[in-house]
């Protein structure tokens, strides 16, 4: 068994957005010992650090995180495509939002409220012409805090992977997981 370094045990605390204290609470020791033994200046016994790792181990399985809000199937359009293709998506898919990838990357999204805003006539535009900004992105590590905070400002979240869009999140998906 390889022994986590105090400099482990912090890294994978903060990770998980705990405190000394409540990290302290779940493994049944002091909230002084935990901020010992991450300084270094304390050696734990084997029994108080496996109670550690285990109250982190039983927290991080607790995270919800984006890949497990994330829809993979990614109904997109692209800059190039016309207004009026970008619309019908959007109605075949009942969504009233979409992302715009240009080769799998974001680069801007559309809405029914972007289209009705550029008034009559507006079918054969490029996408690209009237989009608004893209979504923000987040990994699929993110948590549900970071993208429940980015959704109170923005329609939706996309999932990249190496800058690659591989999913979205909606406030929908928040509520569905979390009921």
Partial sequence: MELPTPQD????????????????????????????IEGGDVDPRLSTLRRIVSALDEAEGSVVRAEDLMNETLVSVAPDDSVADAERRMEEAAFSQLPVLQNGL????????????????????????????QFPTVSREDSVDKISNLLDYYKAV??????????????????????
Avoid: C, W, Y
């Fill in 9 to 36: 045990l912090r890294e994978r605390r903060t990770s998980l957005d705990l405190t000394q204290s409540a990290l302290a609470e779940m493994a049944g020791v002091s909230q002084p010992l935990i901020a010992r």
């Fill in 158 to 179: 996309i999932v990249t992977e190496s800058g690659e869009a591989v999913g979205i999140i909606t406030e929908a998906d928040i509520a569905a997981e979390l009921s």
């Fill in 106 to 133: 974001p680069v801007g999204s559309i809405s029914f409220s972007d289209i009705r805003h550029e008034g009559e006539n507006v079918g054969q535009k490029a996408v690209a012409e009237i989009m608004s900004e």
